[in-house]
């Protein structure tokens, strides 16, 4: 029988305004349902999810058969997993069995079912392993013996709602705790067991954190960067902080120690920014009213006097809004703002500043979720630290990326519960998994973010660009500034030099071979940026940054995805780095901010290439031009002085015609899709791919430059040209406008094809 959600809903969503918000609490419902039995909501209303009674439950038929004890005591290898039921019937059932219902109160809370409501998801099946939790004393604790198991539910055929609805990504499976009290019936300690939480933070817990961060991690998190450690960093003197405990926005004092607060502004009015007005009186004893104040800032201001800190960074109070110059030193400095801070409190349960930060007052969060099953105490845990990041408003914003990778410890405020994350460990309120030694802790496999992600620059850079793309910003505009400060750092972590030299329109221009590989996310239109304010020249068209919307840096196997319904399958790519195995372009030049022809400085890693070719012959190999240009060669034939931003650099030119890839049936929300470049020959050969936008009307031919070789060997005619290994270069598809060229997709040639067009010699200006 087919269940289509609209018939699930309504008992779900009368559920989730019995429960689902604390601040509801008294606002009950009590209309019929299908899914919820009135003896349910009877039994419901009574009962506390926090401290449920020790009496047996009730089970289903299913879930009766199953030894709850004998599963927790030995474990369920994932081969052997059990079948449970359909998710449709597991809903239905929720009203008169405990375990199905703490799998409905999990679909309940990270599913977003009010918004897709005629989804079917009658193929969907819960399956249920068990996983290893770990362990905290790996010296004294025998592993087999001592290490205990949670409940893994996983959902069976969900991918299909995957690829239909990308917003089911976030659906993730369900773990099911053994509350501490119940390990002793399993001879085991109470490690990695889900202790029972308080109705708010428990400020005790947080400072044992810190603690013991200190004492166990030492260097380890004294500095958000694992690598080129410098430890003469200071904040510049126009930083400002807020002193607590006179209540006054007054000067950072040298060296003091400050806590940093990441939350999101949500469009609510200047009431309560710091303005030229009233710096003068935030600056006195008492100045800072608090009455004006939002809750996600008096709640951040009171969390940080009961941690006993003084100080604490809040950009609305500690910048001053209404100048810009003021603004631009500020937004220059982030990297050392969070870098440096003792600790970052990030509000990721709320939606604006007008939100408190949960768990900081009573019935402010979520409560525990708790039914006892056979004797046993289970707790439906919330996501785990990424994956309830996910599920926040706070990770749809893209200046909140740098202000949590920049951070060496973090406070995450949830609307379940909060998360202390440092660069070595993982904790949490609802687990016990505090340890002075090198614990195996499952909660560190759920890490929010790696910053930097690699000893390789470029790797944390597409990691940053990546994440930030796919974040919105109220001001388009403000792209770059959003990333400045993990550009700041990464120029200074990795010897980079000047950021300002190393980095322009958000491009990383010391590795501009890897970094000019950029692609648009299929899903996005081709559509430029709003400029900021007082800026008259549009970005250059080479810059990600220019366009709006996702970017990925993914592998060359992008090349290879060709049909709509498995565009979805290019996120599997998203993390691998461009392939550059020989750099054709050297040197670059670059227009700089005062119309001066600057060259730049961009590494060269690039190994030796040896051709392997299976056949034996005269073999012709793509030869790149090389050498200064003079010049006389650097003015185009314009009539005017060149733009900044404008890219100088010498290659080889050529013309192909351009075909549609067979198969790629047109799709309204796919805006870039794979064209075959074709040779000229009649009749034309297949001889490489493209991504190109789909949104503008083409013309049957396109120019591409050269740029390097890349290690890919498909996305071409293999029949009619010979496979050698890398025997295909990255070409720039490109427009023209006058002597002037624009980006307009990319992809890659055969070194055949490329070598028997004739291409040309040129020096290109590319803006």
């Known amino acids: 029988m087919v269940w289509p959600l609209l018939e699930l809903l309504e008992g779900l969503l009368l559920e989730f305004r019995l429960f689902g918000s604390p601040a509801r609490a008294n606002q009950r419902q009590t209309s019929h349902s299908p899914l919820l039995h009135p003896d349910q909501i009877r039994t419901d209303l009574q009962r506390d999810h926090a401290t449920t009674s020790d009496d047996e439950a009730l089970l289903c038929s299913i879930c009766a058969n199953l030894n709850f004890y004998q599963i927790f005591l030995e474990g369920i290898q994932e081969t052997e997993d059990i079948p449970l039921d359909y998710l449709s ?7 008169q069995c405990s375990f199905c219902r703490l799998i409905s109160f999990h679909v309940r809370r990270t599913w977003m079912l009010d918004k897709f409501p005629h989804v079917d998801i ?14 905290l004393q790996l010296a004294t604790y025998p592993p087999s013996k001592f290490r205990c198991h949670r409940l893994h539910i996983t959902m069976e055929g969900i991918e299909y709602l995957w690829k239909r609805y990308p917003a089911f990504r976030i659906a993730s499976a369900l773990n099911i705790h053994l509350m501490q009290e119940d390990a002793f019936k399993f001879g085991r300690p109470t490690d990695l067991h889900c202790r029972r939480m308080k109705n708010t933070v428990d400020i005790k817990m947080v400072k044992k954190w810190i603690k013991l961060c200190h004492k166990s991690h030492g260097d380890i998190c004294k500095s958000f960067l694992r690598i080129g450690e410098y430890d003469n960093r200071k904040l510049p003197g126009f930083v400002r902080v807020v002193d607590v405990v006179l209540m006054a926005v007054v000067p950072a004092p040298p060296g003091c120690r400050y806590v940093a607060l990441s939350y999101i ?7 309560y920014w710091t303005t030229k007005d009233n710096i003068a009186e935030r600056g006195t004893p008492g100045g800072l009213n608090t009455a004006k104040l939002p809750d996600t800032i008096t709640d951040s201001i009171l969390f940080v006097r009961q941690l006993g800190e003084r100080y604490i960074w809040i950009d609305t109070l500690c910048i001053i809004q209404d100048n810009s110059q003021d603004k631009f030193a500020q937004i220059n400095n982030m990297d050392l703002v969070y870098g440096l ?17 949960p768990g900081c007052r009573p019935q402010t969060r979520t409560q525990q979720h708790i039914e006892v ?10 996501p785990r630290l990424k994956e309830a990041l996910t599920l926040s408003a706070w990770n749809t914003r893209c200046w909140t990326y740098q202000e949590c990778a920049l951070s060496r410890r973090r406070i995450y405020f949830t609307g379940q519960q909060v998360y202390f994350e440092c660069q070595f460990d993982v904790l949490c309120e609802d687990v016990i ?19 930097p992600q690699s000893l390789d620059p470029f790797t944390s850079y597409l990691a940053a660009v990546r994440q930030c793309t796919r974040r919105n910003l109220t001001v388009e505009s403000d792209i770059v500034d959003a990333l400045t ?19 322009r329109y958000g491009m990383m221009l010391t590795d501009l071979h890897h970094s000019l590989l950029w692609q648009h996310h299929p899903h996005t239109p081709r559509t430029r940026r709003s400029l900021p304010d007082g800026c008259s020249l549009p970005w250059p068209s080479w810059s990600w940054a220019t366009w709006h919307g996702a970017v990925n840096y993914v592998s060359e196997h992008r090349y290879l995805v060709t049909h709509p319904e498995d565009a979805w399958l290019v996120n599997e790519f998203e993390f691998a780095k461009p392939s550059v195995v020989e750099m054709f372009v050297d040197p670059w030049y670059i227009v700089d901010h005062g119309g001066i022809i600057a060259q730049l400085d961009v590494r060269r890693d690039s190994r030796r290439v040896v051709l392997i070719r299976e056949t034996e012959g005269e073999v012709s190999t793509y030869s790149s031009p090389r050498g200064i240009i003079d010049p006389t060669e650097m003015t185009p034939d314009i009539h005017r002085a060149l733009d900044p931003g404008t890219l100088i650099f010498r290659t080889t030119s050529s013309h192909f015609a351009i075909a549609r890839r067979r198969g790629e049936e047109s799709h309204a929300s796919i805006h870039h899709g794979l064209f075959d470049i074709l040779s000229g020959s009649s009749p034309p050969i ?27 060997n498909d996305g071409y005619d293999i029949e009619r040209f010979e496979y050698y290994h890398e025997c295909l270069l990255y070409v720039m598809a490109v427009s023209q406008n006058g002597d002037l060229m624009e980006r307009v997709g990319l992809g890659i040639i055969h070194e055949a094809a490329w070598i028997a067009s004739g291409a040309e010699e040129k020096v290109v200006f590319l803006r």
């Not at 019937?89 to 009203?95: A, D, R, V, W």
């Not at 009658?122 to 362990?135: D, Q, V």
């Not at 502004?265 to 009431?271: F, L, V």
């Not at 400060?485 to 950021?499: E, Q, S, Y």
């Open 89 to 95: 019937s597991i809903l239905k059932k929720s009203y």
């Open 122 to 135: 009658s193929g969907i099946e819960c399956r249920m392993f068990t996983k290893h939790c770990g362990c």
């Open 265 to 271: 502004w949500g469009g609510i009015g200047a009431e």
């Open 341 to 357: 801070s003792y600790l970052t409190i990030i509000a990721a349960g709320g939606t604006t500043a007008r939100d408190p930060l």
């Open 373 to 382: 099953v056979q004797g046993l105490h289970l707790y439906a845990a919330p």
């Open 433 to 451: 998994a505090e340890s002075k030694c090198d614990s195996t802790s499952f909660l560190k496999l759920s890490r929010a973010e790696y910053f």
């Open 485 to 503: 400060g993990v550009t700041n750092a990464l120029a200074k972590a990795f010897g980079l030099g000047d950021p300002d030299r190393a980095f």
């Open 686 to 712: 297949w001889v490489g791919t493209a991504v190109l936008p789909l949104d503008a009307a083409l013309p049957t031919s396109l120019e591409f430059i050269v740029l390097s070789r890349t290690s890919l």
